[in-house]
């Protein structure tokens, strides 16, 4: 059996706002924060590991989109994002645009 690990990087993808659309609107879109490992967060799901996946919830570092994620996402479909399908989830991080801070 392939290691998790190496199977879900194989996965990694990027994808832009309006490809995750379908996806929120079947509320199965979870939001990574920056800084955190998005494989880490995909790993730890794909092997329950419930009380890792319950400490980065408590600190609000996995979550739904916010409603105001959406409506700056909506504004903006061609947002980039990191990606990871841990089925039925689809994980995405934000990919910070260096060039949006000037």
């Known amino acids: ?11 990694l993808d990027e994808a832009e706002w ?3 659309i379908p996806h929120v609107k079947r509320d199965a879109v979870i939001v990574v924060a920056l800084g955190l490992g998005l494989l880490d967060v995909g790993v730890a799901i794909a092997s329950d590991n419930i009380p890792q ?5 408590d600190e609000q ?9 959406l409506g700056e996402w909506n504004g903006n479909p061609q ?7 841990v089925q039925p989830y ?5 990919i910070v645009d260096t060039s949006d801070a000037l």
């Open 1 to 11: 059996m392939p290691d998790l690990r190496t199977e879900l990087a194989a996965n």
């Open 18 to 20: 309006e490809w995750l």
């Open 53 to 57: 996946v319950q400490l980065w919830i």
């Open 61 to 69: 570092l996995i979550t739904k989109p916010t409603t105001e994620q």
């Open 79 to 85: 947002k980039r994002f990191q990606t990871l399908i």
């Open 90 to 94: 689809v994980l995405a991080q934000e």
